[in-house]
């Protein structure tokens, strides 16, 4: 489902500007928010110029978990990525999009639309682990401009990295 925001301009981008480990800091997704599954973190590396290879992070109970996707740009409106699951999951398919990207702070924030099997919502995610508050801040503060962020960046808790 496209998501339609008219209170501020949605970033450009290209796929290439994703690549790198980015560290999930704040999270409205059940699944990270639920304590059991800690330290997420999301892996892009660049299959071409609009595809992107996904690998999602996380621990569980000390053992590191993955799931693996293939995320495809929208050549309309490139800050809008559809991710397909592989392997057993190559059946699932989810949107989302970059709503914020600060390139100085290298701090994103990712709405991804409802599904299935997960409800829509929020992360912002950091390269570092430890991002600067006030670029934290201020990330949330553009993507509250949207009424229709509002309740998701509202909802939205923090994740720890502590040090491995």
């Known amino acids: 489902m496209p998501l339609t925001i008219t209170e501020f301009a949605l970033p450009?981008?290209?796929?290439?500007?994703?690549?790198?480990?980015?560290h999930?800091?704040?999270?409205?997704?059940?699944?990270?928010?639920?304590?059991?599954?800690?330290?997420?973190?999301l892996n892009y590396r660049q299959i071409d110029a609009t595809t992107l290879d996904d690998l999602v992070e996380y621990e569980k109970r000390g053992a590191t978990k993955q799931i693996r996707g293939v995320d495809t740009?929208?050549?309309?409106?490139?800050?809008?990525?559809?991710?397909?699951?592989?392997?057993l999951l190559a059946l699932l398919s989810s949107d989302w999009y970059v709503?914020?990207?600060?390139?100085?702070a290298?701090?994103?924030?990712?709405?991804?639309?409802?599904t299935l099997f997960t409800p829509a919502g929020l992360d912002l995610a950091s390269i570092s682990p430890t991002p600067d508050p006030a670029a934290i801040q201020a990330s949330l503060a553009r993507v509250r401009r949207a009424a229709v962020m509002r309740p998701h960046v509202d909802d939205l808790v923090q994740i720890n990295h502590p040090a491995a």
């Open 99 to 104: 709503v914020d990207l600060d390139r100085e």
């Open 73 to 87: 740009q929208d050549p309309e409106l490139s800050c809008h990525f559809t991710w397909r699951g592989r392997g």
């Open 12 to 22: 450009s981008l290209r796929a290439a500007d994703l690549i790198g480990t980015w």
């Open 106 to 114: 290298q701090i994103m924030a990712i709405y991804f639309s409802k």
């Open 24 to 41: 999930i800091v704040q999270t409205t997704f059940p699944m990270w928010r639920n304590g059991k599954n800690t330290r997420p973190t």
